[in-house]
């Protein structure tokens, strides 16, 4: 039923430009704060300046005076609202409460919102908003991982079995290694900023347009929290890059559905960026991990423990410890993964949640044992390669993991390595060469999709999932147009709209594989319903062909047998009338009895001037192995992306808070550090060949996670092969280097 048309011209694999570019760089993409709607009233958030404590009063008198002004909302005047006595979930909710905006007088977190202004533009809300006067009962905040260990709890949820005697072999062990290592909170800073518009209908109708990952995960979310059942449309075909941030309702779509229920009016609420950093962010962790190994650096006992911060009201997870049980042969393990609330807010899964962690300290730990060893790291990967994921005790569907090592360090140049720290020097500076393992799971969420073949002989086929600027509607494009025949420009591809056929979130590195499998199988139902409809016309010469017989080729449907026999589908269109067909793709059955994951090898050159603390990553090359490539161009970006994003983890990113006040003090582009042009070298991106029958039908694994894991761990290598020092807390600022 699913396979591919055998057309030696493929889309599949093609490096197709992106075919929403043109709209994106002539300005007529439309993002979520930039519908026009008449009427629209704008919204200003007001944020608390404690972190801890109550609200004593608010009065918006002054506020509220001036002319154009339409509302001062608080918890005192909201309306009431249905869902905020039930606990209410939305899909990527943490275990929990879920933090609801202007819910009572309780102060949670420092930048918690406690009004929305509400004006006839946004720089009156703007102004408005300061005119307000909150007086506060203030409580002593605990914003401090690394001083409030003792209150750790275990996290919620299952870790991997632990294996063998971890305690007898640690001892036995003829290298041992014990080693903390620390990373900071990160926030994720897309281009855009979150923003809502809410369009109300005349008759009370909601559309929203929202910047999200999941248009349904927020319509259902607005409909259960209001109350308002099949009365809400939540759309988002643009999303200026998310990183795992829109994959929660953010609080100004709930706080503009109020204003818009209460005024009965449009309104549109637009973060600033100050206010990107009042909800989730990759959370401060501290990682210790043990390693017992023989003197040949073969490993024999492994423990990994995470602690991170959360909030007082959720209890927020990610995968960081299981990676060291799965990546490497290793008899002897223990995992250990625990949470430590505090007066934040809760964090959330930002590119690689965890993974990227847990990887960070497992990949900096095996360059240290490399070292206690005396073997080079490569061959240390090489010796405790796991050939099975000793986790699940199952084979992987496929692991071209060998081949990354083997075509990365060729590329790179890593034989020339000479093992000894500050052995390279190029003029005044010393010169690094590091590296490190990336994995991700490959994952496959239930997901459907509709195809429609019009009688212009053009294809429509939609899923309600986004495009965060990884490219979807591009692949999707692909994919669809090689499993109709057909060529790329007779096919669109729609999504970011809650009204399209159900998508799961957009993360996770699943959507092609998800939405992907969807669209193969709708398109498939579609080519049925073609043949089908062929068939009824008198005197069709595929009266007697089954689907087996006959096969999609530029365009028209002809017999595999006898390929004279065909028919350009835009006449059976035009002879019956268009034709859909939707389709629900899952994970398969077969992938139970595998691991399934996608694999990296990251290399690193780093220069480093001694005096100054000023490094720079010259050079970096990473090996991708993620199954079937849709489309080498986007994936590329996406890995390019990635690894810049590592090297902001290794060497600038770090939101700093201020303990006495809880609250975040570099809450801006200016002060929260990433890296620019001119902090980025030479980045060069290789796939590896891995072919894969059980990940899914199209045999790809997905890209958005994999390209930044492992990449600060071998940026901290470097730095140590460079330099001779082992700096085991990120951000790698120069202080640190002095
Ligand atoms: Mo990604 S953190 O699943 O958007």
Redesign the pocket.
């Known amino acids: 039923m699913n396979t591919l048309p055998s057309a030696s011209s493929s889309p599949l694999g093609q490096p197709l430009d992106r075919v929403d570019g043109p709209l994106k760089v002539t300005g007529r993409a439309r993002y979520a704060g930039e519908f026009q709607v008449p009427g629209l009233l704008h919204g200003s958030v007001v944020t608390s300046r404690i972190a801890r404590g109550r609200i004593l009063a608010i009065d918006g008198r002054a506020a509220a005076a001036v002319p154009g002004v339409q509302l001062v909302l608080t918890h005192e005047n909201r309306p009431p609202i249905a869902g905020y006595d039930d606990a209410y979930e939305d899909q990527d909710a943490a275990e929990g409460r879920a933090y609801r905006p202007l819910f009572n007088e309780r102060i949670l977190w420092s930048g918690q919102p406690v009004a929305l202004v509400v004006a006839e533009d946004p720089e009156l809300a703007r102004y408005a908003s300061t005119l307000l006067q909150i007086r506060y009962a203030d409580e002593a905040p605990d914003t401090d991982l690394i001083g409030s260990l003792e209150h750790a709890h275990a996290a919620p949820g299952e870790l991997p079995k632990p294996r063998g005697d971890v305690d007898g072999a640690l001892q036995a062990a003829r290298l041992r290694l014990d080693l903390d290592y620390l990373s900071p909170v990160e926030h994720h800073n897309p281009l855009e900023p979150h923003a809502s518009t809410v369009h109300y209908l005349l008759d009370g109708r909601l559309e929203i347009h929202d910047k999200t ?1 999941g248009v349904q995960n927020c319509q259902q979310y607005i409909e259960k929290v209001f109350g308002l059942e099949g009365r809400v449309r939540v759309i988002s075909p643009f999303v200026g890059g ?6 929660r309702p953010q609080y100004q779509l709930p706080l503009a559905v109020m204003a818009a229920l209460k005024l009965g009016r449009s309104v549109r609420v637009s973060l600033t960026r100050q206010q990107m950093f009042t909800f989730g962010y990759r959370p401060r962790t501290l990682q210790r991990i043990s390693l017992g190994a023989a003197l040949d650096g073969r490993l024999q006992a492994l423990t990994h423990q995470a602690i991170g911060q959360t909030s007082r009201f959720e209890d927020f997870t990610e995968h960081v410890v299981k990676w060291s049980g799965m990546l490497y042969q290793c008899p002897n393990v223990r995992f250990d993964y625990r949470l430590v609330p505090l007066d934040v807010f809760t964090p ?6 965890g993974a990227v962690l847990g990887l960070y300290a497992l990949e900096c730990a095996m360059d240290e044992l490399a070292c206690a060893a005396g073997i080079d790291p490569l061959q240390l990967r090489l010796k405790n390669y796991a050939e099975r994921d000793q986790n699940e005790d199952k084979p992987f569907s496929s692991k071209a993991l060998r081949e990354c090592y083997a075509q990365g360090a060729e590329r790179f140049g890593w034989s020339r390595r000479p093992p000894q720290p500050r052995s390279l020097r190029e003029g005044d500076r010393l010169v690094g060469w590091g590296m490190a393992t990336g994995i991700w799971e490959a994952l496959q969420m239930p997901a459907s999709a509709k195809a429609c073949l019009g009688t212009d002989g053009r294809l429509v086929v939609g899923s309600a999932t986004a495009d ?1 600027g990884t490219g979807t509607y591009t692949v999707m494009t692909q994919i669809a147009a090689a499993a109709m025949g057909l060529p790329v420009d007779r096919v669109e591809f729609r999504l970011g709209d809650s009204s399209l056929s159900r998508a799961p ?6 959507t092609v594989s998800s939405v992907g499998s969807a669209v193969q199988r709708a398109c498939a139902a579609l080519r049925q319903k073609l043949l089908d409809a062929a068939r009824r016309s008198p005197a069709s010469p595929f009266g007697a062909a089954s689907f087996d017989d006959v096969e999609f080729v530029d365009g028209r449907m002809r017999l595999k047998d006898a390929p004279h026999v065909c028919i350009e589908l835009t006449r059976i269109v035009q002879a019956g009338g268009a034709l859909e067909a939707e389709a629900r793709a899952k994970a398969d059955g077969k992938r139970k009895a595998y691991s399934t994951a996608t694999h990296s090898a990251v290399f690193v050159e780093v220069k480093v001037d001694e005096a100054l603390g000023m490094l720079e990553v010259s050079r970096v090359v990473s090996a991708i192995a993620a199954g079937r490539i849709v489309n080498p161009k986007t994936a590329a970006s996406q890995i390019v992306g990635g690894v810049v994003w590592g090297i902001g983890m290794a060497l600038h990113e770090e939101t700093l808070i201020d303990h006495n006040l809880g609250r975040y003090m570099n809450h801006n582009l200016a002060e929260y550090h990433v890296p620019v042009n001119a902090d980025i070298g030479d980045i060069e991106v290789i796939f590896v060949e891995e072919r894969d029958g059980i990940v899914n039908d199209l045999g790809s694994k997905g890209v ?2 994999i390209g930044i894991v492992g990449v600060a761990a071998a940026v901290a290598n470097a730095i140590h092969h460079a330099t001779g020092k082992r700096v085991r807390e990120l951000p790698i600022t120069p202080d640190k280097l002095l």
């Open positions: 990952q998310a990183f795992g941030s829109g994959l959330l899964d930002m590119r690689a949640p965060i979130l957009e993360g996770g590195s699943a958005g996670e």
